[in-house]
């Protein structure tokens, strides 16, 4: 057995594990991850048969590890342990003084063990198109959008919106944006981030409108976000789920207050 990096070869393997989670993921974030940084997207082996996989990202100051995932015949052997302190060790070699995940609530020992701590609850929440029409111009340009973004976690992640930018849309309002990209089950909106509620309503309500009949649209919004949570729910959205948001290390300058959605569904914040 040993730790290798991630292969593109490896990316349907871990897809079909992912699905048997129930998973929302796809080939695309695999690939972005696997090329943004190699160094922490990692495989356990046993001979040339990927059994387990940990995803990380390093943005500015931050990072953020995903995707960790264990075959079930090997789970509570330390295999899923020694991933991310792989994945760890990459990302503060790289310089992340912050390093982000989401982690179920039986995932959370394993992260506090090695110094990670709960700053919020993520909730995914599920719901489709209501009827109406607004129309909204481009108002900000990407520098806008970053800075915006940044407001909410607290570093720069310009890496997430060249990788969104040639899969989906993006809706700009006065203060605010919020980026919306198709899986093969539905609509994902998010990264979506806004100074004010109301132009938190009206990019919603774009983005809906535009995004035709689907199968659903979901999203991960921060439970400390009261003003998102309230939209949500008025726009017929309700909560499908729920995940602990954990940090390690220097204290993030968090303000959940602007963070209307996550830039994935867990795979890269």
Known sequence: MSIDTLRQSDIEPFLEMAAEEGWICDHWELEFLRRAFPAGCLVWREGNRPIA??????YGRSGWIGNL???????GRGTGSALIQAALSALETAGA???????????RPIYEKVGFQAVDTVYRWRGKA???????????????????DRAGWGDFRELIFAALGGKGTIFTAGD????????????????????????A???LQQALQSAGETAGTFLDMPGRNREG?????LTGFRVAGSTLLMYRGRCPAYRPELIYG???????G
């Open 229 to 233: 949570a309230k939209l949500l729910n």
């Open 262 to 268: 996550l830039a994935s569904m867990g795979s890269f």
């Open 201 to 203: 309503r009206r990019l």
């Open 53 to 58: 996989f940990v995803t990380s990202i390093k």
């Open 176 to 199: 605010g944006f919020l980026c919306r990209h198709r899986y093969a089950d539905g609509v994902q909106l998010g990264p979506w981030g806004c100074l004010t509620p109301e132009t």
């Open 130 to 148: 209501p009827a109406g029409s607004e129309t909204l111009q481009p108002s900000l340009d990407l520098t806008a959008i970053k800075a915006i």
């Open 69 to 75: 995932i264990v075959s079930p015949a090997l789970r």
């Open 97 to 107: 003084e912050t390093v982000w995940l989401t982690a179920s609530t039986a995932g």
